[in-house]
């Protein structure tokens, strides 16, 4: 109902190219656009939100061409990464006049209604030159939600804002995707990514690195050995043990006790370990993974 | 007849007088206004009507119209915060056209209606020669609106261009060749207020031709803008 | 776990190599020289992108145009005398003057104050009012190139011509005092003008509108006067706008058409002390500018 899609898409500026052969399809939920800075984010953002013309491939909104098709808007969303010039409007006219544009039937009420669900009723009646960064950002967000789209894009939308402000900014964000809205935002900070998003896309210098859950695109990277520790009462019995072991790649013990074993089957790996302990006699204490976390995949991926 | 978005009108009038702008966009007329009162009240009848010419119709009036259309479209523009107005289903052409009416009327109301007051004040005896430079006034200042507002949306330096234009172009160049009256957005007006006063001398176009070119520069420059806007771009890190 | 036991002690930073500049440094002199010589290139574009070079070179091209016309006449034609004097040039170029001083002044003091980068430069041993003086003295050279080069050039045109040295240099050194003069003012109304409205394309029509309105407006007054015969209004009325001071002061030293010449020692000593005055004015107030925003 409301997919965005890329097919093939690229674009670039004389000699350089922003953003290299993507394809992607982005549904409902909240994804997370992620990549270095310099990556073709906000380029991809333009792309999807109608500001920028692709120079090959298409982007789709529900099958719908999004370049100059001005109607699109009723059902998208837009937080730009710039800031609101408009320092002379109060946060109020500002998100009323968003209403007024959209052609809804009580602008008010969408008014009030956008203002609520991003707590800044209070703040409202005074002028946008007044705020803070994190207030402005909330009332860009309420202008973009005064008409209950179906696709919301979000450009770095956690850029200078303080802690509690990003945690409200995060539970919302969630519940719009929980609502069954597509939710895109793009961020170079791995921890608001992790948080928030459970489908990610990656984008590494204008190209489409992986797409997907991050644990899946982890266990996905089979060129890579996955790293465990494992803590055992006789490690060097079972590093001696697992050695021998063909799906294992590397052994390294540890100082503060315990290995660090790099392997390049896990399938097998997990079955032969438990057999491979009791016949050594070893007890296995603990077993833990330790680069599934999404900064070890993206620090792998931009690395490549 | 194209619709205007009462919305986008209400927010360039705003972010027209809502700055330091406003001020100096009034303080123009003020100072013609207050001058022609000056020498009204210190000479006779009639002294000083040139006055309405070289420094009203051919200094101020085009001031006023840079002003004007430099402030509805400029700021926004150049900081990429038209997008909040853009990414809405409104046709870019009606963005384009309610931000140009804003900028018309200002210039109606502080550049060519100056001109019938100042002249009305230094001869209340010729009130068609007045008349005849608030029509005149009321044309070319419709066709610079326009044309500065075409150029506003293309270049930041929109400002400086649109002066050298009509400083050095209309101005400078205007004055040494005749034939520049044919591209001369003032001499188009001159011809028309001569055409409603015999007072004022025709730059010799002919009227058709006057009032055909200003039409079609100020539709052009307008359609010009609102295209401009269809295919806007929003930067990223650059 | 915060026990290690005794297998670590205590860090050591090592001396990579790291030295601060401990030679001597240059003082406070140095930096206004180098400030003032950066914003005399800027004013030109150079140093900068190439577009920025494109409006002050154009300007300066159509500015030196007539000169070189001239001087190509006198040396082919051979004229017996100057068609238009070294005083009357920079009368008639005032337009380009004009949009020079206006569009070139932001360059040098709107950009630092609009994007805040006026503090890295307060930030050194540089008092504000040492900055607001070389931005000031950068636009002056910038300004008074443009003036002076077509009086040298219609100078070295005469020399060549063959026309008398010792009348031509008097004029020439007489020009270009009064050229002098009128920068001065130029500079100071567009400096002040754009390090109050930081937004560029407003100061630009800001200082175009007050320059050459107010030229227009006292050329108007100006008319009228000599029309009405009381050429004394016209005469006040010249103290109040540069290109107007320039017409009354060169007709007096120069025998620039002016329409109400100043009369009487009296008269001609006002626009001197008016020029001054105005030039005066104008830094005072720009050294305030910077003063008030540095905090000092």
Redesign the interface.
């Known amino acids: 109902m409301t997919t965005l899609t890329l097919d093939a898409v690229s674009r670039w500026y004389g000699n350089v190219v ?1 953003v290299n052969g993507i394809s992607m399809t982005v549904g409902p939920g909240v994804t997370g656009l992620l990549g270095p ?2 990556a ?4 991809l953002i ?1 792309l999807m ?5 692709p120079s090959a491939g298409t982007v789709t909104l529900d099958g719908e061409q999004i370049w ?1 098709n ?5 059902r ?1 969303g ?1 937080v ?7 320092g ?2 109060t946060g109020r006219q500002f998100v009323l ?2 209403a ?4 809804l039937t009580d602008p008010g009420a969408a008014t009030e209604r956008a203002l609520e669900i991003v707590e800044m009723v209070d703040p409202a009646g005074r002028r946008i030159g007044t705020y803070s960064k994190g207030m402005r950002q909330r009332v860009k967000l309420a ?1 973009a939600l005064v008409h209950d789209p179906g696709v919301l894009l979000l450009d770095e939308p956690f850029n200078g804002v303080d802690p509690r402000q990003r945690l409200h900014l995060m539970g919302l964000l969630q519940r719009m995707g929980a609502e069954g809205r597509t939710v895109l935002f793009s961020s170079h900070i791995l921890e608001e990514v992790e948080q928030v998003a459970r489908q990610i896309e990656v984008v590494v210098s204008g190209r489409h690195a992986a797409s997907g859950d991050f644990g899946a695109i982890r266990r996905l990277m089979t060129d890579r050995p996955v790293q465990y520790v494992v803590v055992s009462d006789d490690d060097r019995r079972l590093a001696a043990a697992l050695i021998a072991e063909p799906s294992v790649v590397g052994v390294t013990v540890r100082d ?1 006790g315990g290995l660090d074993v790099a392997v390049s089957d896990l399938g097998s790996f997990v079955v032969r370990l438990p057999l491979l302990a009791r016949g050594a006699g070893v007890r296995l204490v603990e077993l833990t993974p330790t680069d599934e976390s999404l900064e070890s995949v993206f620090a792998y991926l931009v690395s490549a | 007849m194209i619709p205007i978005n009462a919305t986008i009108a209400r927010l360039s009038f705003q972010a027209l007088f809502g700055r330091r702008r406003g001020l100096v966009l009034m303080l123009v007329p003020a100072l013609l206004i207050g001058l022609a009162v000056l020498i009204r009240v210190l000479t006779e009848q009639g002294v000083g009507y040139e006055l309405v010419d070289s420094v009203g119709f051919t200094l101020a009036l085009p001031i006023v119209a840079l002003l004007g259309a430099s402030a509805v479209l400029g700021p926004e523009v150049d900081d990429g915060s038209i997008v909040y107005l853009l990414a809405k289903p409104v046709s870019r052409h009606v963005v384009a056209t309610s931000k140009y009416v804003v900028g018309w009327l200002a210039t109606l109301a502080f550049g060519a209606g100056p001109l019938f007051v100042a002249g009305m004040v230094i001869d209340a005896s010729d009130p068609q020669r007045a008349l005849g430079w608030l029509v005149g006034g009321a044309v070319a200042g419709t066709t610079y609106a326009a044309l500065f507002l075409g150029l506003a949306s293309v270049t930041r330096h929109a400002v400086v261009v649109g002066l050298l234009f009509v400083l050095l172009w209309e101005g400078l160049l205007g004055g040494l060749l005749r034939g520049i009256r044919w591209l001369d957005l003032g001499a188009w007006g001159t011809e028309v207020a001569s055409a409603i006063s015999s007072s004022i001398t025709a730059p010799g176009t002919g009227l058709t031709y006057a009032v055909t070119a200003s039409a079609v520069i100020t539709l052009g420059s307008v359609w010009f803008a609102g295209d401009r806007l269809r295919s806007f771009t929003m930067r990223g890190d650059e | 776990m915060a026990e290690r036991g005794a297998v670590e002690s205590r860090g050591v930073i090592h001396d990579l190599g790291y030295r601060p500049y401990t030679g001597p440094r240059q003082g406070e002199g140095a930096i206004a020289w180098a400030l003032f010589v950066n914003g005399f290139l800027n004013a030109f574009g150079i140093g900068r992108s190439g577009k920025s070079k494109v409006l002050p070179f154009l300007l300066l091209a159509l500015n030196l145009l007539p000169a070189v016309i001239v001087v190509g006449a006198m040396v082919l034609i051979g004229l017996p005398d100057l068609p238009i004097s070294y005083a009357q040039y920079a009368s008639t170029t005032q337009v380009l003057l004009g949009i020079f001083v206006a569009s070139q002044a932001p360059v040098l003091f709107s950009r630092d104050l609009r994007h805040g980068s006026i503090t890295l430069y307060l930030a050194r041993p540089l008092r504000a009012t040492h900055y607001a003086l070389a931005r000031w003295a950068a636009l002056l050279a910038a300004t008074l190139v443009f003036l002076l080069l077509p009086i040298l050039m219609l100078y070295v045109g005469t020399l060549l011509g063959e026309l008398d040295a010792g009348t031509q240099t008097e004029d020439a050194a007489t020009a270009a005092l009064l050229v002098v003069l009128l920068a001065l003012t130029l500079t100071g109304v567009a400096g002040l003008i754009a390090s109050v409205s930081v937004r560029r394309g407003f100061a630009v029509v800001a200082t175009i509108a007050v320059l050459l309105l107010g030229n227009g407006i006292v050329t108007a007054i100006q008319g009228i006067a000599t029309e009405q015969e009381r050429p004394r209004i016209g005469e006040i009325a010249g103290l109040f706008s540069p290109y107007s001071l320039y017409r009354g002061a060169g007709a007096a030293l120069a025998d620039l058409d002016s329409l109400t010449p100043p009369t009487g020692a009296g008269m001609e000593a006002a626009y001197y002390v008016a020029f001054v005055a105005l030039a005066a004015l104008c830094l005072g107030l720009l050294v305030l500018r910077y003063r008030k925003v540095s905090g000092r």
């Open positions: 922003a800075n310099g073709g984010k906000t380029t333009a939100a109608g500001f920028l013309s100059r001005t109607d699109v808007y009723r998208v837009l730009p990464e710039r800031e609101i010039s408009f002379y409007l006049a968003n007024e544009l959209h052609g202008s503060r």
